[in-house]
C-alpha cells in the first residue's frame, strides 16, 4: 500500500531536548516536504526536498533541520525544541513531475514543555 | 498562487449531495484547481484536480465554471464518515519548486448529519 509514514505519532518531550521526527515514504517520490498546523494558522510548510541531498527551506524553517541522505526517508529535526513549536507535524511526498498529486502523512503530533 | 474563497461551514443530510463551492476569481491559466480535506486532525487528503474541464473520480465531482473564477466539488451521496473540512487549493503546476507548496487557506468545515 503507498503511504507517507511518520513516527512517533505522538511526543511530549521538554525544552531542549533534541527529538527526530522520522518520515518515510514507499512510492519513490522524488519530493518530499514538512508542514506544521497550528490552530487559526492552518498548514504552513517547514523545508522541503526536491531529491537526495537536495533541500530547501519553506516558509516557517526556523529551529528545525532536515536532512535527505535515501529518497525514501525526511527526518525533521529539532535540535533544541522550545514550547512554541508545540504543534501538529505532517511530512508530504510527491513524484517531481508537474501536477502530481502530493501525499500527507498521519501527522505527528509535538508537545514541548 | 491565487486566493481562494470558500464558506466557513456547511451542513448536509446523510445521503444526499454536498456541494461546496469556491471562488478562486484571480486564477491564472497556469494554475489548477485543487480539493483536498481533512477529518479531524488526520493526515490532508487528495480528492481531485481539474484545470478547466469538469473532472469525475470514484470520490467526487469537480465543476469549474467557464470563466475559471469559480468551482464546485461534489460529493453525489455524503456519508457521516465525510465530515470533514474541505479544502480547494489553486496551485500553479509549472512554477518550479514553489508547485510543490500547498497554501492552504481556512477551508469548508462540512458536517454531513444523520
Known amino acids: 500500500e503507498a503511504q507517507v509514514t511518520q513516527n512517533p505519532r505522538y511526543l511530549i518531550t521538554v525544552t531542549g531536548k533534541k527529538l527526530t521526527v522520522t518520515c518515510s515514504q514507499n512510492m519513490n517520490h522524488e519530493y518530499m516536504s514538512w508542514y506544521r498546523q497550528d490552530p487559526g494558522l492552518g498548514l504552513r510548510q517547514i523545508y522541503y526536498?526536491?531529491?537526495?541531498?537536495?533541500?530547501d527551506k519553506g516558509d516557517v524553517p526556523e529551529g528545525y533541520k532536515v536532512s535527505r541522505k535515501e529518497k525514501r526517508n525526511f527526518p525533521l529535526i529539532l535540535e533544541s525544541p522550545s514550547p512554541n513549536q508545540t504543534s501538529l507535524y505532517f511530512c508530504?511526498?510527491?513524484?517531481?513531475?508537474?501536477?502530481?498529486?502530493?501525499?500527507f502523512g498521519e501527522g505527528s503530533w509535538l508537545t514541548v514543555v | 498562487d491565487a486566493k481562494t474563497t470558500q464558506p466557513p461551514s456547511m451542513d448536509c443530510a446523510e445521503g444526499r449531495a454536498a456541494n461546496l463551492p469556491c471562488n478562486h476569481s484571480?486564477?491564472?491559466?497556469?494554475?489548477?484547481v485543487y480539493w483536498y480535506r481533512q477529518i479531524h486532525s488526520q493526515g490532508p487528503q487528495y480528492i481531485i484536480h481539474g484545470l478547466k474541464n469538469n473532472e469525475t473520480n470514484e470520490m467526487a465531482s469537480l465543476i469549474i465554471t467557464e470563466d475559471r473564477k469559480s468551482s464546485t466539488l461534489i460529493l453525489p451521496h455524503a456519508t457521516l464518515r465525510d465530515t470533514a473540512v474541505y479544502y480547494c487549493?489553486?496551485?500553479?503546476?509549472?512554477?518550479?519548486?514553489?508547485?510543490?507548496?500547498?497554501?492552504f487557506g481556512k477551508g469548508t468545515k462540512l458536517s454531513v448529519i444523520p
Open positions: 484571480t486564477i491564472s491559466g497556469n494554475e489548477y
Open positions: 487549493i489553486v496551485r500553479n503546476v509549472h512554477s518550479g519548486a514553489g508547485s510543490y507548496q500547498l497554501t
Open positions: 526536498s526536491m531529491n537526495v541531498e537536495v533541500t
Open positions: 508530504a511526498s510527491s513524484l517531481r513531475s508537474s501536477g502530481n498529486t502530493i501525499y
